[in-house]
């Protein structure tokens, strides 16, 4: 197990290494100047080269990168242009409302995902699967921003239950999460019915109901035990698409976590903020995907052999 975990960290930070060196270079390669934009239109062009020397923009590429890769590797992304501090403060005191989102969000998707796959996948072809997978499909097809849209017309300007936007309390909290748990409930929702209907034809399933167990009984003691393992495989390979939804969900929803900051950023090439919240976000990628692995040796101890053979 030891080198096989060794093994995956040394793949998480190669993985890092190559967010943090895709993004320098987009954003080098991006049209527009970082310096033109923080001077505006009315900047004279000794300004500008003045401000480009400053940020170090006059230096060879090669040499940005050197420097970007030994300031990255400490944590360091620069300062902030339009908040005048350090870009991971910023992002690290925008990054809690975004977990919040993110986690309640897979809440609702693991546990209602997780009951209709088991309702579905129990009674492979009857109705009750027929119009589950039909609704999960809708779900899973229905884009974030729509349905974000959507839910604000019916719940904050018709009905008036909820607010259209912002941050802070429970109550701002509901429709953003719902929106942001939709595909991600469908998708829960199909695997568990996939595998359920899978593992309840196997021998052992059939010998557990010969022996008189309750369906009910067998269901929790053997076979959604083993039907979540590829759940939880595909949660944590569902984090990136996760985290990029929320960065549609908190533009809708005007939610003030990491997802919006980005796009803002982005649009002011606010270099620092960008930097940093990508990383942010590969390392919570790939952390995931690593704990993934290591409850997935826990659940299954056919993994558990295959590591140590």
């Known amino acids: 197990m030891l080198p096989q975990l060794v093994r995956r960290i040394g793949l998480m930070v190669f993985t890092v290494w190559g967010a943090v060196s895709l993004t320098f270079v987009i954003l080098r390669l991006a049209p527009g100047d ?13 300004e500008v080269s003045a401000l480009r020397g ?16 030994g300031s990255a590797s400490t944590g360091d992304f620069g300062e902030s242009y339009r908040f005048h501090e350090s870009a991971m403060t910023v992002i690290l005191e925008r990054f809690p ?24 996948g129990r009674s492979p072809g009857r109705l009750a699967d027929r119009v589950i997978s039909g609704i999960t499909l809708v779900m ?8 974000g849209i959507m839910l604000i017309l019916l719940m904050a300007l018709t009905l008036r239950l909820l607010p259209s936007a912002g941050s802070g309390d429970l109550e701002h909290l509901v429709l953003p999460s719902v929106t942001l748990a939709i595909p991600f409930t469908a998708l829960v ?20 109901r010969s022996k008189g167990l309750s369906e009910r009984a067998v269901l929790a003691r053997h076979a959604v035990r083993n039907s979540v393992i590829p759940v939880v495989t595909i949660v944590s390979l569902h984090i990136g698409t996760l985290l ?20 803002g950023a982005v649009g002011n090439r606010d270099y620092a903020i960008v930097q940093g919240a990508t990383v942010l976000f590969a390392i919570v990628v790939v952390t ?12 299954d101890p056919r993994i558990r052999a295959g590591a140590q053979a």
């Not at 400053?54 to 890769?69: A, C, H, N, S, T």
């Not at 995931?288 to 659940?299: C, E, G, K, Y």
């Open 34 to 46: 970082q310096a033109t934009v923080q001077l505006g239109p009315d900047a004279t062009a000794a």
């Open 54 to 69: 400053e940020l170090g923009l006059d230096r060879p590429i090669f040499v940005q990168y050197l420097d970007y890769l």
């Open 97 to 120: 409302a975004t977990v919040v989102l993110a986690l309640t969000a897979t809440a609702l998707a693991l546990t209602i995902g997780l009951l209709l796959g088991i309702m579905a």
């Open 140 to 147: 899973q097809a229905i884009p974030p921003f729509w349905s």
């Open 189 to 208: 929702a199909r695997i568990t019915r996939s595998s359920v209907a899978e593992v309840t034809a196997e021998p052992y399933i059939l010998t557990a």
């Open 244 to 263: 990029g939804g929320a960065v549609i969900v908190e533009q809708v929803f005007a939610w003030e976590g990491v997802g919006s900051l980005l796009v």
């Open 288 to 299: 995931m995907n690593l704990l993934a692995d290591v409850l997935n040796s826990r659940l």
